[in-house]
Structures are given as structure tokens and as C-alpha cells.
């Protein structure tokens, strides 16, 4: 069965534009051209993946308030930016919101699709694995690889799937730097080094949220980041 694709865009024609290639390479495409509307579709029935424009009609921000309400409902969804909006500080935003990339509209058709198709293989993983139990404890750190959970001192954290590969990849190897560019090959997703610098971000965030003593990722300058023991 094609993976379902969401897009919420409220220029139909650009809309139109993207369902058609997105659907010449196999995908269902629903199109949704306002917050309101495809939340009630959310709610009904989650996509594989939702493309979300920051901008929707008279609300100016109403791609963010989605993208929480999504990630909400959905933890391990992939969700992706696709807007003309290209402000570091709206990129950090929607980043820390939860979104796994955040492209802008100028990027190329086969661009874009090559960033929907790596999101959606690391799903396909994940349920490739989903009769395995394989873990990995790292001192207080304790990730379920199948099912994409996390947990730090018994309690969990909500990670996105690009936040999870990351924190698998330097919890896997402690004491080793890893490179952004290896981080983004962990993640199996193409991103620029700021945004893998946001994601690590808020990455740490979440772990101080539940424990305002956490330190054990570890920035080494010039070069990447390590899980620190």
C-alpha cells in the first residue's frame, strides 16, 4: 500500500503542483488548504507523513500551531516544512516545534522528494524491526530501537524520529565525537549542520526538562558532539 502524504497548503495551484509529482512517484497525496480542516482530517485518520507551509490563509502562523497539534497526537510522525519563509529564527522554530526538516520553496521538485522519500524509509524501518526487541541502555539512558521509545531514569521522552536516530547514534558509541554530517547519516535524512546543531538543541531541552542535571551530550567544538559516561 503507497504511503499517504498530507499536505497542508493554502496556494492551491503550488499545492497541486506537488500532489502531482508526489503522485506520478507512487504516493496518495490529501490536500488541505487550512489548519481547521486538516486537523478534522487528522483526527479522523494520520498520514505517513504531513508537508506542512508555516503560513495558512488569515492565520499567519497557523503551519506551527498544526505542526504541535500534529506533534501532539503523534509523536513519531514525520513532519516537514515546506514554505517560502526562511528566517533562521522560523526555522528554529519549527524545528523546536517538533518538525524532523524544514525545507524552503525554492528547493527543487526532485529535492524535495529525495528529503519526503529518506523520512519515509526511516518509517519503513522502523517497522521492518517491529517484531524485534532490540535495546540499548547506556547508564540512565534506555532506547526501545523498535518501537522509537526513550526513556531517561524511568521516565519517558517524547523524541521526534530524527531526535531518536541522533540520540542512538552517539549513545551507541559513548566518548566518541560524531561528526554533524555523521549525525545526519544516523538520522537518515539530508540537513544542513544548523539544523543539526537545533535539533541537538532541543534534543538536550527535553532531557533537562525531566532532569535539570543532565549533561551527557557533550558539544566538541570545531567538530561534532559526543554522549559523555
Known amino acids: 500500500m503507497p504511503a499517504t502524504i498530507a499536505i497542508v497548503e493554502d496556494e492551491i495551484a503550488i499545492a497541486e503542483n506537488y500532489r502531482d509529482a508526489l503522485r506520478r512517484s507512487g504516493y496518495t497525496v490529501n490536500l488541505y488548504s487550512s489548519r481547521p480542516t486538516a486537523l478534522e482530517a487528522f483526527q479522523q485518520r494520520l498520514p505517513d507523513l504531513a508537508v506542512i507551509d508555516v503560513g495558512l490563509g488569515a492565520e499567519v502562523e497557523g503551519g506551527f500551531e498544526l505542526c504541535r497539534e500534529l506533534r501532539a497526537m503523534a509523536p513519531s510522525l514525520p513532519i516537514l516544512f515546506l514554505t517560502a519563509r526562511d528566517s533562521e529564527l522560523d526555522i528554529i522554530s519549527g524545528l523546536r516545534l517538533g518538525a524532523d526538516d524544514y525545507l524552503t520553496k525554492d528547493i527543487s521538485l526532485p529535492h524535495m522528494q529525495a528529503r519526503i522519500n529518506a523520512l519515509l524509509r526511516r518509517v519503513s524501518v522502523l517497522k521492518d524491526q517491529s517484531g524485534d526487541s532490540e535495546t540499548l541502555t547506556q547508564g540512565d539512558l534506555d532506547l526501545d530501537i523498535s518501537r522509537l521509545h526513550c526513556h531517561w531514569r524511568g521516565e519517558h521522552v517524547d523524541l521526534t524520529v530524527t531526535e531518536f536516530w541522533i540520540v542512538h547514534a552517539l549513545a551507541k558509541r559513548p566518548g566518541h565525537v560524531k561528526s554533524r554530517s555523521q549525525l545526519m547519516e544516523a538520522a537518515r535524512v539530508?540537513?544542513?549542520?544548523?539544523?543539526?546543531?537545533?535539533?541537538?538543541k532541543r534534543i538536550r531541552r527535553k532531557f533537562q526538562a525531566l532532569d535539570g542535571d543532565f549533561n551527557a551530550i557533550g558539544t566538541a567544538y570545531g567538530m561534532g558532539y559526543r554522549w559523555q559516561v
Request: glycine fraction near 0%; aromatic fraction near 0%; charged fraction near 20%.
Open 190 to 200: 539530508v540537513l544542513d549542520d544548523n539544523t543539526i546543531t537545533s535539533h541537538v
